[in-house]
């Protein structure tokens, strides 16, 4: 494979997104293998304050215009398509956000390539590209190998790390000249969640509930046991939509990204999404019934239980051990 591979930098305030690093990283050991051009497209405003750290890219591409600023998922799509043109590139890789999952069919509709979601990992193999993708939540991985290793792929976020993306190198920025559809849709204005009692990005500890919890009464449990360990309760996001605990709680890719030292989860899957919040723990505790749930591939410790029926020994198990001489 000669032809080029594509990355879309993706950014939001004025600063590049962590996942789009991830994305970055695994572009270029890709296009290492291929010996492929590596190709960052920031499409923005102003181009230049994104670039930095952009240096593994062969190239970044800077399509600037004011309705860049913060484009909608078809804009995007049509943008990246005139780039693929462009560039006579075949590979795309999008960060796996709201972003990247809305323009990928939309991408692969109008350019006829392939659309892979959820990717995990993505490695070249005998010079065609193997893919690892997750379905039902990271139940089951399955591998894709993609014809002719021209594609579109979205990887999850937080699946790989962000540091090996990043770079001192100065790029090589060029600016492109693109067409910019009219959008269907129109940003408007960032709605962001008022400050809550307890800012759950600052907690050494966190008892976080998910939909094991089972009702809303039962978040006093999480909170009595939050209290002894002198944390704080968080939540997963099936949580909050159900309003038993407001947005300042929630941790994940829509919520809030934690590290705190100890993050005991408490009837949480482990989707990639809330995996995206709370992977740098430095301990990770999980109770769920579902012995395959995916939050066990990641957590130091586990348990295969309910947790309505760990939760009153584990108050006292704790409080034995604060009051023990």
Not at 28 to 41: E, G, H
Not at 179 to 186: F, H, K, S
Request: aromatic share 4%; proline share 6%; charged share 15%.
């Amino acid at each position: 494979m000669n032809s080029g591979i594509l990355v879309l930098v993706e950014h939001l305030k004025g600063a590049v997104a962590d996942v789009s690093f991830e994305v970055l990283g695994a572009g270029r050991k890709l296009a290492d293998a291929l010996q492929a051009r590596l190709y960052a497209a920031v499409l923005a405003r102003d181009a230049a304050p994104l670039t930095a750290g952009l240096g593994l890219a062969d190239a970044v591409l800077a399509a600037e215009d004011s309705a860049l600023e913060a484009p909608s998922p078809e804009v995007v799509a049509a943008v990246l398509s005139q780039l693929l043109a462009q560039q006579q590139a075949a590979l795309v890789l999008l960060p796996g956000s709201n972003m990247g999952i809305g323009a990928g069919p939309t991408l692969s509709a109008a350019t006829g390539l392939p659309f892979v979601n959820f990717c995990k990992e993505v490695k070249a193999l005998d010079g065609q590209v193997v893919i690892t993708t997750q379905l039902f939540g990271g139940k089951i991985l399955a591998e894709v190998l993609l014809a002719g290793a021209g594609g579109i792929l979205s990887l999850v976020a937080g699946a790989l790390p962000a540091e090996a993306g990043r770079s001192d190198r100065a790029p090589v920025v060029r600016k492109v000249s693109v067409t910019i559809p009219p959008p269907q849709v129109v940003f408007k204005r960032l709605l962001e969640p008022a400050a809550g009692d307890v800012d759950i990005t600052k907690q050494d500890v966190l008892v976080s509930v998910g939909r094991g919890i089972q009702n809303q009464d039962n978040i006093a449990l999480a909170e009595q046991v939050a209290a002894l360990l002198n944390g704080a309760v968080s939540a997963s996001r099936p949580v909050v939509d159900q309003g038993w605990l407001p947005l300042t709680r929630q941790v994940g890719k829509s919520g809030m990204t934690v590290a705190p030292k100890l993050y005991l989860a408490l009837g949480i899957s482990g989707a990639p999404e809330h995996w995206e919040g709370m992977k740098n723990a430095q301990m990770i505790i999980a109770v769920n019934t579902d012995p395959q749930a995916p939050i066990f591939g990641f957590a130091h410790y586990g348990a295969a239980l309910d947790v309505l029926d760990l939760i009153e020994p584990l108050k006292a198990a704790i409080e034995a051990r604060k009051s023990a001489p």
